[in-house]
């Protein structure tokens, strides 16, 4: 059973590019979570998501992000015309049922580097 | 109120020495305490989790401590070997409700020495 997949791992955007970020969750896990890790630093929860519906964005900044996980296929977080202080380590957590219902399962994470 | 803090923010132990975490919740309505422990260039893995109902929760050489009354819990780790050393995590979440989600601690940096 294949873990959080998580792609790219690594990407390199110039000011101004869109960057999209990829999570694949965990078999049977409908419950998406996408967290940000800058250096040195912990993770600050940006969304949470179940399939087709955004359940709590509150950690979202109000521009240039958004998050989706549809019907088909996975989740996406994307970040348009990206600025260096979007540098930073994107994790996708996923679960069964939430987090009252157990743990959350991280993938890798995506580390985008913004020149 | 959605704020975890955890210290110390490094940590160096000996080899078979006890390592401890600590964090302190402000939000009285979190209900669920885990721990994470991360390797660099990996993703957060759970350790170990505490619900409120009880004080202590032991799994091998890993313990949470659990003080209700002065909202902190703490993590031990006995008997500390090299390959624990790692960065971990505390985090809380209050679990009611269909938008639970974990708030994270800053981390703690541990190095166990030989």
């Known amino acids: 059973n294949a873990g959080v997949m998580q792609n790219p791992r690594h990407l390199v955007r110039r000011r101004g590019q869109e960057a999209r970020l990829r999570c694949s969750p965990m078999?049977?896990?409908?419950?998406v979570y996408w967290y940000r890790q800058l250096p040195e630093e912990g993770l600050k929860f940006m969304v949470y998501l179940q399939k087709e519906n955004i359940i709590d964005e509150s950690g979202m900044p109000k521009e240039r992000f958004s998050a989706e996980f549809p019907k088909e296929g996975p989740s996406i977080l994307r970040i348009q015309q990206v600025v260096r202080g979007d540098s930073a380590a994107y994790f996708c957590?996923?679960?069964?049922?939430?987090?009252?219902?157990?743990?959350?399962?991280f993938g890798e994470g995506s580390r985008l580097t913004v020149l | 109120q959605q704020q975890v803090k955890q210290s110390p923010q490094s940590l160096i132990v000996q080899k078979g020495g006890i390592s401890i975490i600590n964090c302190a919740y402000e939000n009285t309505a979190f209900d669920y305490f885990p721990w994470y422990q991360q390797f660099p260039g990996k993703g957060p893995a759970l350790l170990i989790a505490i619900r409120p109902d009880v004080s202590e929760k032991k799994e091998g050489r890993f313990t949470i401590s659990f003080n209700k009354s002065a909202k902190q819990f703490s993590l031990h780790i006995m008997d500390s070997q090299p390959g624990d050393s790692a960065t971990y995590f505390c985090?809380?979440?209050?679990?009611?409700?269909?938008?639970?989600?974990?708030?994270f601690g800053t981390g703690t940096r541990l190095q166990v020495t030989l």
């Open positions: 957590a996923s679960s069964r049922q939430g987090v009252d219902a157990g743990e959350l399962f």
């Open positions: 985090a809380a979440s209050r679990t009611a409700g269909t938008a639970s989600k974990l708030t």
């Open positions: 078999k049977g896990h409908s419950h």
